[in-house]
């Protein structure tokens, strides 16, 4: 069973933030849950999947946020209460359907998770998700631990039905993925099957009545902000002449800072986490009690140039500083020394740290060697990849390669070197149509499984109505891998008892009028190589579908890794090939005695087969 | 706790944060997710003591568990003069240095250079001792047994071999349980003390 349907009210549980969140959604009794995977989002679907699997809730793995989005909309339209979590930019993905939802309102309370990544630890920006509440116009909830997170969660779902929103529950990397104290709560039954009235004049959005809609926005959205005056989430502490106002992670480091610099009863502390709407009465009787502000918030002055418009309102002109020199960055998440220097700087307190050690690499008289995430041993996407390289150097073509989200953008790193250009999910097709019809070079793209069906599908149809020129190489390992391996609809490989219907890739490809195909098993080398030559010498829209599955799914599933083991026998001589093309991370050089031999790690060959197809100086041996 | 993606840091902070739970503290762990766990540098951090920030600033842990040797010198960035680290001295080559692009730097100089900043340093051969425990995963067993028998943290052996029993994965019971003894033992020998603490 689900550890999170474990467990007595009251009870201490150890839970990461995202699993804290899927706690409070069962709570409050969520009914239906989507989710496209995306770090550091992904735990929140991945454990509401495995308690749907009891019956005591529907969820489902959606093509891409926005589908999640709009199924979680009409869920809550019938009643029901809904959640769709999603990575800071899939609401990107969702915006379409979030900024009129906010117009069309909701029935049963509805939640959307936006999962930001400050420091970019596995996203292509940082965008701040919080303009987005602001954007829209709903209410957004900012939690800054695990418990908090639970919380959030059921207030969130409360606030969205009381007043008809969807409402917004902002999280950061270092709030998804903390794993703290986290006190248990009832757990909710399950609902009763739910019911769409019908209303037309209210829920179709044609102009006439969104018109009135918008109007009934503003209305809901001061509504909002009554609520935020009187938020528990909001709450003045300390008095002194200097205010500080943090929101998020930012205010757990300021209470931190506050407490070790000794300045806990000297400072006005405004934490803020009900942030959209902002509760401008507390917020202006907090300006009026200080002499200055501090605000301590990550990424945009999201704060800051509210407090300084409100202040500018209310005619208040006392120094409100957040960003800028010696103060905070725009960029890149916060730590807790780096908010307590600030603190004592404008407080003008010692720091007390203790004296940082000079950097190792000073230290030991050379750099540090780094150390790059990689493909994994055994990966079908390196093959495909080596087929690529060696068939355009047979060839005599420069190869121009789009890429997108995936393990497979691990591919830029040399000696694979095979990603010249990357925006967003399923940017590879478009932006190759662009690339070859602006520069006339030869382009292949290279697009996951899961990438392909959640942003793909408009640009390969785009690309074959167009009479574009692009070899596109689908990298179908039947799984989303980078995420932690969730299904999507063309998946392979599933869970036990998965209960999805796979949608054939193969034949959607086709039905999207691409003629020219070909499919390929990666890890045949010669096959591939044929196919590949064959297809980057044509013109027009061509489709390559590489298709093995991934090996570190396959042995999770098996519960066991293949026997197969491959070593270098015998000298090698002087040839690099594998290391200059392939970049296994099985494979490493011995070098001695003048010469250099490859050998290639017991421990970490997945008995893939592939190498074995490209140098004879590699055997199979039995496995230990 | 720093280490190489598939070493079991997350597990292993998992382990502490859990028996610190039953010894009724209020922790607060960091993890690292997506990406980085492709063969990179994965690092978690265990906060024990009435703090609400999640992360550990460079330069102020108190104590490090680093996974693998150069991963040692490089959490360096991390430590201060009083610092606590247990290191396991075993080598797991980045890609450059398996490629022979870079020179993988001598262990025992990495351990010097880190023995002469940190205030104490407890080094040896963790993934040796797990080989002989039986699972070679179990380097994280390894060092948390190390770690107890420190007797620097509020929480006892016998707290974190309960945590083991009832949240590691069944068939490793015994293999990791075995790893931890090894681990405590690893800690009494003397010989991998490189620096002891000031008393």
């Known amino acids: ?624 | 706790m720093t280490g190489v993606g598939g070493q079991g840091t997350l597990l292993a902070s998992r382990v502490l944060g859990e028996a610190a739970l039953a010894a009724g503290f209020t922790p607060l762990l960091s993890e690292t997710h997506g990406m980085a766990q492709r063969g990179g540098v994965v690092t978690s951090t265990v906060i024990l003591g009435d703090l609400k920030s999640p992360i550990i600033s460079p330069g102020e842990a108190d104590l490090v568990l680093a996974f693998e040797a150069l991963e040692a010198l490089r959490a360096l960035e991390y430590c201060h003069a009083r610092t606590l680290m247990l290191a396991n001295t075993a080598v797991i080559p980045p890609y450059p240095v398996a490629v022979g692009q870079v020179s993988y730097p001598e262990v025992s100089a990495m351990l010097a250079v880190v023995a002469r900043q940190v205030g104490g340093l407890l080094a040896f051969d963790a993934g040796a001792l797990a080989r002989e425990a039986g699972s070679p995963l179990a380097v994280n067993m390894v060092l948390l047994g190390a770690l107890a028998a420190t007797d620097t943290l509020p929480v006892s052996a016998a707290d974190l071999q309960q945590v083991i029993r009832d949240k590691t994965n069944p068939r490793f019971v015994n293999a990791n349980l075995s790893a931890f003894e090894m681990g405590a033992a690893a800690a009494r020998e003397p010989a991998h003390w490189l620096r002891r603490p000031a008393a």
């Open chain 1, 1 to 624: 069973m689900s550890e999170l349907l474990t467990g007595q009210p009251g009870e201490r549980r150890l839970f990461l933030g995202n699993e804290a969140i899927a706690r409070g959604a069962l709570e409050a009794g969520v009914a239906l849950a989507a989710c496209y995977p995306g770090t550091p989002s992904s735990e929140i679907g991945d454990r509401l999947y495995e308690v749907s699997r009891t019956g005591r809730l529907v969820f489902e793995y959606s093509t891409n946020e926005k589908v999640a989005l709009e199924v979680a909309a009409g869920a809550s339209a019938a009643g029901w209460r809904a959640l769709a979590s999603m990575k800071h930019v899939g609401v990107n993905v969702a915006a379409d359907a979030l900024m009129t939802l906010a117009y069309v309102g909701v029935k049963g309370g509805l939640v959307l998770v936006s999962a930001d990544d400050p420091s970019l630890f596995s996203s292509q920006n940082e965008q701040d998700n919080r303009l987005y509440a602001r954007f829209a116009g709903i209410p957004m909830l900012e939690p800054e631990s695990p418990q908090e997170a639970k919380d959030m969660t059921l207030a969130a779902f409360v606030l969205s039905e009381e007043l008809g929103l969807p409402v917004m529950l902002r999280t950061t990397t270092r709030v998804n993925h903390t794993r703290g104290v986290v006190t248990l709560g009832e757990l909710a039954s399950p609902p009763p099957p739910g019911r769409f009235l019908k209303d037309p004049f209210s829920l179709v959005m044609v102009p006439a009545v969104a018109r009135q809609a918008h109007a009934r926005l503003l209305v809901k959205l001061e509504q909002a902000r009554a609520r935020a005056e009187a938020s528990p989430f909001n709450r003045l502490e300390g008095t002194g002449p200097l205010g500080v106002v943090a929101s998020g992670v930012a205010a757990a480091y300021v209470a931190d800072a506050l407490l070790e610099l000794g300045l806990k009863d000297k400072v006005t502390f405004l934490r803020l986490g009900f942030t959209h709407p902002l509760p401008e009465e507390l917020i202006a009787r907090f300006l009026s009690r200080v002499e200055r502000v501090l605000v301590v918030e990550e990424l945009e002055p999201y704060l800051e140039d509210s407090l300084k418009a409100i202040a500018q309102c209310r005619g208040l002109t006392l120094p409100i500083r957040g960003k800028g020199a010696g103060l905070f960055s725009r960029l890149y998440e916060f730590h807790p020394a780096l908010v307590r220097r600030v603190l004592a700087d404008v407080c003008q307190v010692d720091y007390g740290a203790p004296a940082p050690l000079p950097p190792a690499a000073e230290l030991l008289g050379r750099p540090l060697p780094e150390r790059p995430p990689i493909l994994c041993p055994g990966c079908p996407h390196r093959a495909m990849y080596y087929a690529v390289k060696i068939a355009l150097r047979d060839l005599g073509v420069e190869g121009i390669f789009p890429t997108d989200i995936g393990c497979y953008t691990l591919g830029l790193l040399p000696p694979l070197a095979m990603a010249d250009y990357l925006i967003c999910m399923g940017s590879s097709i478009t932006t190759a149509c662009g690339l070859s019809r602006a520069s006339g070079q030869k382009v292949v793209a290279f697009i996951g499984d899961s990438t392909f069906f959640h942003g793909g599908l408009p640009g390969l149809a785009n690309a074959v109505h167009n009479r574009h020129d692009l070899l596109l190489v689908i990298l179908d390992n039947g799984t989303t891998a980078m995420t932690g391996h969730q299904p999507h609809p063309g998946v392979t490989l599933t869970p036990p008892d998965y209960p999805g219907q796979p949608v054939d890739l193969a034949a959607v490809v086709r039905a999207l009028g691409v003629e020219q195909f070909w499919r390929v098993n990666p890890l045949k080398y010669k096959d591939t190589l044929a196919a590949t030559k064959e297809a980057v010498q044509k013109d027009g829209v061509r489709v390559l579908l590489a298709q093995a599955p991934c090996p570190l799914y396959v042995a999770r599933l098996k519960g066991k890794r293949p026997t197969a083991r491959f070593q270098i026998t015998g000298e090698c001589g002087e040839c690099r090939h594998c290391l200059d093309y392939l970049g296994c991370p099985a494979m490493h050089v011995r070098e001695g005695e003048g010469r250099r031999q490859l050998l290639i790690d017991p421990e970490l060959c997945a008995g893939c087969a592939f190498c074995v197809q490209l140098c004879d100086h590699i055997r199979p041996v039995k496995a230990k």
